[in-house]
């Protein structure tokens, strides 16, 4: 089967005990000796900004190694807009396709 790499996110307060237990069983069922997690959990004192930042942290540090780590991040989908978000997004979406539309053309139309 070869190295494996699973990414799960739980809240804040999981219990800890119960994570490395569900990790450990599936490690013990899909694993190429079916013996299980070698270490516990790696509970990092490490927080992110988003999903992204703390996924390619892990990737970039630990994707080699044999070994189960933990961090945290923000989850700010649930977090209300303001206003300057919303308007910021929308500049932000409008300058996207006014370059595309750019890159789209021949280099020197409509420059």
Do not use: P
């Amino acid at each position: 089967m070869g190295h494996c790499i699973n990414i799960k996110t739980y809240d804040n307060n999981v219990n800890k005990k119960r994570v490395f237990a569900e990790l450990n069983q599936q490690a013990i069922y899909e694993g190429d000796y079916h013996d299980g997690l070698q270490d516990d959990i790696n509970w990092l004192d490490k927080e992110f900004d988003s999903y992204d930042q703390a996924e390619q942290y892990i990737h970039d540090n630990y994707c080699n190694w044999y070994e189960c780590v933990a961090v945290k991040y923000r989850d700010l989908n649930g977090v209300k807009k303001s206003k300057k978000i919303i308007e910021l997004k929308k500049r932000i979406s409008k300058a996207r396709t006014e370059y595309e539309q750019l890159d789209n053309n021949i280099h020197y139309k409509n420059v």
